[in-house]
């Protein structure tokens, strides 16, 4: 008796076997097959949405009215143990000091910044008292709190890492603090007091040109929005004298290039002869290798430094969660400063987050069709998952609001069609030819980018905790 026999045997409790078996049997049976599967396939809600523009000489130049707003953005900063240094050439972020270029001079102005440690609950200014220093926030939150109109306190903004504030104490002798700073963490404070600013100032001519640029500027006749104002007339009577104006445009616009996304898939001219049936073996590597081309665009098109959603925003757009999780309250707040708000964009985890506390306010956020699918909504705004957000140790993250649209003076996105051997639009696959190994290998590239027309296109709220609480 042979060995598979014993087995038989034993496998039927002793018994011979009566009948074929499977193991045997499917050596003459054809296997079905389902075609190659990719567990990293996402459902890229943000390349759906996006309206493409075409860019046929691969720039996209975005024109603006002139505007004279500056700086305004984030410091950085450097961190041995527990000393905290100012990163000198971020300091070009304070209004003041925008586009200055001496180094040397930058390094004094932040070798001067004295750390400081608060509390909790600390107050930092006061209202009506004498500005007289400049605060960088290193690290921790603090809230801006202003008296409202029938006596009780408001909060009027929310300050966070990079954040500053007082920087008008450095050219307004007489400047007193509109508002009282009180810290919702604890955390650390960069300062520099108006006179170590002005001794500085007294021994550099560059910065006194500098800071005389800036005053000029902030003269100019502008608009909410710090755009060059159209003078214009209205609710008048009779012959008056009509203003003039033009509508002046920034001389420097700017221009966006299409970045690319590129792989050389390579097949063996053995296996596209042999192994072609019942599935073609090129046609199912290209396909895995464009889904996985098509993820890293939408990661691009977040996380790209140059032109990525997150590094976009510009920092009058980006806000801080009042608490930690994503609240109602919070959504509410970057919905309002934009108008036609056409979608949020999270992280899985941030809506799960979001979801608890509507659970917790005894709130239900509603539903709305899109594309046919059923994605929840706030405020009729459809709220779609994004895994490309980061999640930032492990705790927080970010929630992007995105006015869509060039007739909208939205968020666009940019390729180019019409490429040669284009497979999909602003996606080309260019057969390279077969190597001396037999190897046939084919150029994947895909181009594409992103544009924000006006700054309140896009909007971030930031520093979003999604770690669950402890019941």
Known sequence: MTVDADYDIEANGGDPRQSLGTAAARNLATTTKSAPQMQGISSRWLLRMLPWVNVAGGTYRVNRRLSYSVGKGRVSFAQTADTV????????????????????????????????????????????????????????????????????????????????????????????WPYNATASTSG??????????????????????????????????????????IELAAGHEGEIDL???????????????????QTVLRVHSRVADLYNQPMNQIEHQLKLTIEALRERQ????????????????????????????????????????????????AHPRTIAAFGRECNRLGLYPDTVQLQGSSVPAWRGV??????????????????????????????VGLHQTGLPDEFEPGLSVRFMGINEKAVISYLVSAYYSAAVLVPDALGVLENVEIARPRD
């Not at 203003?243 to 996304?261: C, I, N, Q, W």
């Open 85 to 176: 240094q100012v990163v000198p050439p971020t300091l070009c972020e304070l209004p003041l000091l925008r586009g200055f270029e001496d180094d040397e001079v930058l390094a004094a102005i932040a070798a001067r910044f004295q750390q400081r440690e608060f509390a909790a609950g600390e107050v930092i200014t006061e209202a009506g008292q004498p500005m007289d220093q400049v605060h960088l926030v290193a690290h921790g939150k603090i809230n801006k709190l202003g008296d409202g109109k029938y006596g009780d306190q408001t909060v009027v903004g929310v300050l966070a890492g990079g954040d500053h504030f007082g920087d008008e104490a450095l050219v307004e002798e007489d400047a007193r």
């Open 382 to 411: 459809p709220v779609l998952p994004c895994n490309k957000i980061p999640i930032q140790d492990g705790h927080t993250s970010s929630i992007i609001a995105m006015r869509l649209g060039e007739d909208n003076q939205g968020v």
């Open 298 to 345: 939408e990661h691009e098109l977040v996380n790209n430094p140059e032109f990525g959603l997150l590094h976009n925003a510009d920092h009058e757009q980006r806000i801080h969660t009042h608490h930690g999780p994503p609240t109602p309250d919070d959504l509410d707040e970057l919905l309002a400063r934009r108008r036609d708000t056409s979608l949020f964009l």
């Open 243 to 261: 203003p003039g104006t033009f509508v002046d445009y920034e001389l420097s616009p700017r221009e966006y290039e299409l970045s690319v996304a």
């Open 188 to 229: 650390t404070l960069m300062t520099l007091p108006r006179q170590a600013f002005q001794a500085l100032v007294d021994q550099s001519p560059e910065l006194l040109v500098q800071i005389a640029q800036f005053l000029a500027s902030a003269q100019q006749s502008t608009n909410r929005h710090g755009e060059a104002a």
